[in-house]
């Protein structure tokens, strides 16, 4: 694919070139800087050989130049489609992506004013983390009702779920107030 003056460079070798032509040096000029021969960087720009990030980064900086590079997340479809980035890691984008039946759980229960708590609430969750929902509950619900619901949710979403009145949430080991669960889009 050829780099157009109007597109980022794609390609190893868009940036090795774009780097190289910028400083105005020739292949050879570029490989005597960088202590490699001129087939080293000819094999580079004609696509016969891919550097590794390494050698990539060594020719770029004997241009004159650094590289810069991001890992981001890709975006859950159903955040990216709502917007809704509450909830950054995996789990909580799955959660996000379900919200409707963890609506459809919660409201079964009569619970209200769910808030999320731990490391889906501040993103550092990780591999099996648990989602704890703090909620009001009505005082005669059934506590067989409140695991099937958390069982539900845990089913939709991937993950262990507890489902906790909010007096209770500090025996889990939080005492903080989490992060709001509300619907994306519910209907009155």
Do not use: K
């Not at 799955?94 to 769910?114: P, Q, Y």
């Amino acid at each position: 694919m050829a780099m157009t003056s109007n597109s980022d460079p794609t390609t190893a070798r868009d940036i090795l070139r774009l780097a190289r032509r910028r400083q105005r040096l020739t292949q050879a000029e570029l490989a005597e800087r960088a202590g490699v021969s001129q087939t080293v960087i000819a094999r580079y720009e004609s696509r016969r050989q891919q550097p590794t990030v390494g050698a990539l980064q060594r020719l770029v900086a004997a241009c004159g130049y650094t590289l810069e590079w991001s890992l981001r997340h890709a975006p859950d479809e159903a955040a990216a489609a709502t917007g809704d980035t509450r909830f950054p890691g995996p789990i909580g984008r799955r959660l996000v992506g379900e919200l409707d039946t963890v609506f459809a759980a919660l409201d079964a229960l009569g619970a209200t004013d769910a808030h999320i708590h731990g490391g889906v609430a501040d993103g550092s969750e990780g591999v099996g983390c648990p989602v704890l929902i703090g909620v009001c509950l009505p005082p005669d619900v059934d506590v067989v009702l409140v695991m099937a619901a958390a069982g539900r949710i845990g089913l939709a979403i991937g993950a262990h779920v507890t489902i906790v009145p909010h007096a209770r949430v500090a025996d889990y080991g939080f005492d903080d107030e989490g992060v709001p669960l509300t619907p994306l889009r519910r209907a009155s």
